[in-house]
């Protein structure tokens, strides 16, 4: 498990397994995570603000009350993760069904 605690300067994470490790009451803004398994990690108090993620697997992960401000995510396996206790996978489906179709109006 890694624990982050405090802040950092900007910081790049490229291929690493980080799972299942907590971040919690720290600053990781301008964070660029790439290629990496945060699968089953807990992110608590955590600034996030113009965080860059692409292709991460944030399986079963939980983000609380973090600052998602200006976020980027790309390429990203999103089952099970939860904001805030929402289910981000589930959230897309309900917007992406409701939505409709181009051009018919």
């Not at 890694?2 to 300067?9: C, L, S, Y």
């Not at 660029?32 to 807990?42: A, I, M, T």
């Not at 608590?44 to 399986?59: E, F, H, Q, S």
């Amino acid at each position: 498990m890694v624990e982050i605690v405090g802040r950092e300067d900007i910081i790049t994470v490229e291929k690493a397994n980080v799972s299942s490790s907590l971040f919690s009451n720290c600053d990781l803004s301008q964070t660029r995570f790439q290629n990496v398994d945060l699968s089953g990690c807990e992110f608590g108090d955590v600034k996030l603000a113009d965080l860059v993620m692409t292709n991460a697997d944030l399986t079963d992960s939980r983000f609380t009350n973090v600052d998602l401000t200006n976020a980027s995510f790309n390429d990203a396996a999103i089952g099970g993760l939860t904001i805030n206790g929402i289910d981000v996978a589930e959230l897309f489906a309900a917007h992406g069904a409701a939505k409709p179709a181009r051009g018919s109006n």
